[in-house]
């Protein structure tokens, strides 16, 4: 089990996507896959008329602060742990870094004139912890504070929407010399920044996301080290920095509340890999929605980490982790004290899920569900993972009925091997055709009656993608990266005509099983 483009030999998300053969799609899916092209940007004879999303639903695009922002070290921002580790030999592919990255610090202006443009009516940004308070706690950086007022503003002067998320991994170095997420005191220092930043910005930001990705956040931290801080724990280790994240999330919750100007909406952003029914049969549902929240102790592990989701979503939701995970765990499962599950359990007014593929899943002989394994040849992005469309069907779906929360698609995207053509343009066909499924299978959730916020494309523009440094463009817009220019890509025009559209003009595909 290779794979080619990985820097670590250990499983990454990304690489337990690409190669695990026992990942997923429905039959359905496989028809959708195979089945007609759906790169026109206008409707086809017969399409669906009527929107399928509501007039007030969020079409956006989402970043983060390490990935985007350049100025490492500018306007006295302090050091994050990912300033540390892209320094280190063979960390990162080629060597990169994201000192500079899309020097967004410097070109936000020209972005938001591009997301104007294109009709976004969202933007999610995240915050740089160390650029606001270079310690992590203690004194605030003015300047780096501002730069997020300046974002803000003109972001708003645009009509679009702030999604600000307060923690996308870049962790303040200073916190983690000092235990960081293996430390109780960590949610507190999690709660005090968040208190700077809703003073600062809620008087204009609405929409707030606390955590990213805790999974992926502490799988790739601490359980296979792949990422900053490049650490591998002991389970019983890890499994505490899940629950000291969790309790930060809690405190930054209760943080923003009290200190915010005006109601705020405030979710949590977590990655979610649904199991996919193999077939059409209720059987075969009936077992992937079991799949999708079980939780045996392989999911706790490096190889199977990313397929687990109760652990990762019940706390926050329902207040307590998934009993199987408990006696799976044992003596690794965390320590819980007095008054943590309610500090983790904070009401929230929406779940932000971060949908990218999903496994496929059968109902077994003996009346539980088995994985069943991708055809050979089965279509995948320029990252390796399968392209798997009901997901963001079964995703929405199940995440709604067992949390009973509106749902917010915070990211969802894939990497394509983009460049410029001859005729000056980035054509990028497999992104819009990419694109068009997932919000097709979206809109069926939708009109079965999930609620949802909104759709935010995972990514504006292309960006340091971790550990695979430049090497995966995940942009509707082009970055070239030595000057920096931005060119939109055939995929951003076709988001700006299907926004105006509110998905009504998303391709009808013909006779799929399983959409409407
Ligand atoms: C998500 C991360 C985001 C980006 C995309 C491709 O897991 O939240 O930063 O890396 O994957």
Not at 310 to 333: E, H, I, N, Q, S
Request: charged residues 20%; contains cysteine; neutral net charge.
């Amino acid at each position: 089990m290779t794979r080619p483009r990985s820097i670590s030999h250990d499983f990454t998300r990304r690489e337990f996507l690409s190669v695990s053969g026992a990942s997923a799609l429905s039959l359905a899916n496989l028809r959708l896959a195979q089945g007609a092209p759906t790169s026109q940007t206008s409707p086809a004879p017969g399409a669906q008329t009527a929107p399928p999303f509501s007039k007030d639903f969020l079409w956006g695009a989402a970043t983060s602060a390490y990935q985007i922002e350049g100025a490492a070290r500018e306007d006295g921002k302090g050091l994050s742990v990912w300033d540390e580790f892209v320094r280190k030999p063979g960390k990162i592919r080629d060597g990169q870094t994201g000192d500079v990255a899309c020097d967004f610090c410097h070109r936000y202006a020209e972005d938001v004139a591009h997301m104007r443009e294109m009709g976004l009516t969202a933007f999610r940004f995240s915050i740089s912890w160390p650029r606001v308070l270079p310690g992590g706690t203690g004194a605030v950086n003015q300047k780096g504070l501002d730069f997020y007022s300046r974002l803000v503003d003109a972001l708003l002067a645009a009509g679009i929407a702030p999604v600000a998320t307060l923690f996308h991994w870049d962790t303040p170095l200073a916190l983690h010399h000092r235990g960081g997420w293996l430390t109780r005191d960590m949610p507190r220092w999690f709660a005090d920044y968040a208190v700077v930043i809703a003073r600062a910005l809620s008087d204009r930001v609405t929409y707030w996301l606390t955590i990213n990705e805790p999974r992926s956040f502490i799988g790739g931290a601490y359980v296979t080290g792949v990422q900053a801080p490049g650490e591998k724990r002991a389970r019983a280790e890890y499994m505490r920095a899940a629950h000291i994240t969790f309790l930060a999330h809690g405190r930054a919750v209760q943080a923003i509340r009290a200190n915010a100007h005006q109601p705020a909406q405030i979710g949590y952003a977590c990655d979610v890999s649904p199991s996919l029914p193999a077939t059409d049969s209720a059987v075969d549902a009936a077992a992937a929605r079991e799949s999708t929240f079980a939780s045996p102790l392989d999911h706790f592990s490096g190889a199977h980490w990313w397929r687990e989701n109760a652990w990762w979503l019940d706390p926050v939701f329902l207040g307590r982790y998934p009993d199987a995970a408990l006696t799976a765990l044992g003596k690794d499962a965390p320590e819980i004290l007095p008054g943590d599950m309610e500090t983790i359990r904070q009401p929230l007014d929406f779940l932000g899920a971060n949908i990218y593929g999903g496994w496929l899943v059968r109902a077994s002989a003996n009346g539980e569900f088995e994985e069943v394994h991708f055809p050979a040849g089965f279509p995948l992005t320029a990252f390796g993972w399968q392209i798997t469309p009901d997901a963001m069907y079964w995703g929405p779906k199940w995440l709604h009925e067992r949390y009973k929360m509106p749902i917010f698609i915070t990211e969802n995207g894939c990497s394509s091997r983009d460049s410029v053509s001859l005729d000056g343009k980035v054509h990028d066909p497999q992104r819009i055709d990419f694109t068009a499924r997932y919000l097709l299978a979206l809109a069926r959730a939708s009109r079965e009656g999930v609620p949802l916020l909104g759709y935010l494309h995972w990514s504006l523009l292309d960006n340091f993608e971790w550990q695979e440094g430049y090497t995966q463009r995940f942009g509707l817009i082009f970055v070239d990266f030595p000057s920096r220019r931005r060119i939109p890509k055939d995929s951003a025009h076709w988001y700006a005509s299907m926004i105006k559209s509110n998905g009504a003009s998303l391709p009808r595909l013909p006779a799929v099983a399983g959409l409407p």
